[in-house]
């Protein structure tokens, strides 16, 4: 289980993270977020401009996509808190 928090002020839609998780999708704003009924996507929680997303599985993708967000607006947070 892990968790990732998008910073939706911090977000430049620049969608680095999108080629490298396709969970990430570019929403009606032009913002990433995260498709909630993508593989291993147990919970999208949005709160205005914060996104809390809770995946099963492998991390390694995720991490990925918050390597290559320029402004680094992707935090992952492996284990259950
Ligand atoms: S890579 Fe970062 S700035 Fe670009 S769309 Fe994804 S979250 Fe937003």
Do not use: Q
Request: charged share 35%; glycine share 8%.
């Amino acid at each position: 289980m892990y968790r990732i928090e998008l910073d939706r002020a911090a977000c430049d839609g620049i969608f680095a993270c999108l080629v490298r998780d396709e969970r990430f999708v570019e929403d009606d704003a032009g913002l990433a977020t995260v498709d909630p009924a993508a593989d291993g996507v147990v919970d999208v929680d949005r709160r205005d401009d914060r996104i809390v997303a809770t995946f099963e599985g492998n991390a390694a993708d995720a991490k990925l996509a918050a390597e290559a967000c320029p402004p680094g607006a992707i935090t992952v947070r492996e284990g259950s808190e």
